[in-house]
């Protein structure tokens, strides 16, 4: 089986997958929020080993509780019947994923994407700026939703990322993405995110590729990159 075959069959995996009810969507997004909040408590929490040591076994105990029925691979729904997927649980965007941040992606007038998000401790790189595989991860989403938005979704194959300025955590930041050219089965899209200033903090260029056999077949394309795209 080739790489690209490999990919293709997890791909249409997501097909089988059992939608989840908005009712169950709802609930664990609340849960979810609140995992954030116990997330970013972690990290900045200056109480006593002993009183962490509490709270871990108390930690543990939800754990197994949710792990009493577990789902082999995580959630999504679906958009109408055409085979179109969210991905509930996206590392970047989805309200169900306490690792998200979350950030939410809306359509623009111009043909792009754009989000305002704001990033805390919990994304921390060097003392009081964001990672920066984090400011990569939120761009490639941002990217690949532009390459949705223009009817051109794929899967990224290249992303060049220039780190102009550090990202500061913990203020309001903006990014926006937009398609520069689609040829073929190839997109390619630039991005920016700005700070608080409006000033440019990382600017990057993907290019996306379509797997063969992933478009024009009745929505499959769908599960592949509009998996995650921006509801607007
Ligand atoms: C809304 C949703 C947002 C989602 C955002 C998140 C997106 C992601 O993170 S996707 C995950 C990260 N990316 C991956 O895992 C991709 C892994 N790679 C692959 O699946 C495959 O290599 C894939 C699909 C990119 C290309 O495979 P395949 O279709 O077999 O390519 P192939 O037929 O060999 O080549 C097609 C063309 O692309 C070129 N090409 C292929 N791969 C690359 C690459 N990585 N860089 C540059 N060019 C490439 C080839 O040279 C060829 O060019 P030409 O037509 O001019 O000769």
Redesign the pocket.
């Known amino acids: 089986m080739s790489?690209?075959d490999a990919?293709m069959r997890r791909v249409f995996a997501v097909r089988e997958r059992e939608a989840m009810d908005a009712a169950t969507e709802a609930a664990l997004a609340g849960l979810a929020a609140r995992v954030r909040e116990l997330t970013e408590a972690v990290v900045h929490t200056a109480v006593d080993p002993a009183e962490a040591a509490a709270v871990a076994a108390e930690v543990a105990a939800l754990a197994a509780r949710l792990n009493a029925a577990r789902r082999a691979e995580p959630p999504i729904a679906r958009i109408g019947g055409n085979g179109l997927v969210r991905q509930l649980a996206n590392p970047v965007s989805g309200a169900l994923n306490p690792v998200a941040p979350p950030v939410e992606i809306e359509f623009t007038p111009d043909g792009g994407v754009r989000t305002a998000f704001t990033l805390n401790g919990v994304y921390e790189g060097p003392p009081s700026f964001v990672h920066g595989g984090v400011s990569a991860m939120v761009l490639?989403?941002l990217l690949?939703?532009a390459a949705?938005a223009n009817g051109t979704?794929g899967?990224?194959?290249?992303l060049e990322l220039r780190y102009r300025r550090p990202t500061p955590w913990g203020v309001p930041l903006t990014a926006t993405a937009k398609v520069s050219r689609a040829e073929g089965?190839?997109t390619w899209a630039d991005a920016v995110i700005a700070g608080p200033d409006g000033r440019t903090t990382v600017e990057a260029t993907a290019?996306f590729?379509m797997?063969?056999g992933a478009h024009g077949d009745g929505g499959s394309s769908g599960d592949v990159?509009?998996?995650?795209?921006p509801r607007g």
């Open positions: 790489g690209t990919v490639d989403q690949g939703a949705a979704p899967m990224t194959a290249t089965r190839k290019m590729i797997p063969v990159a509009d998996g995650d795209a």
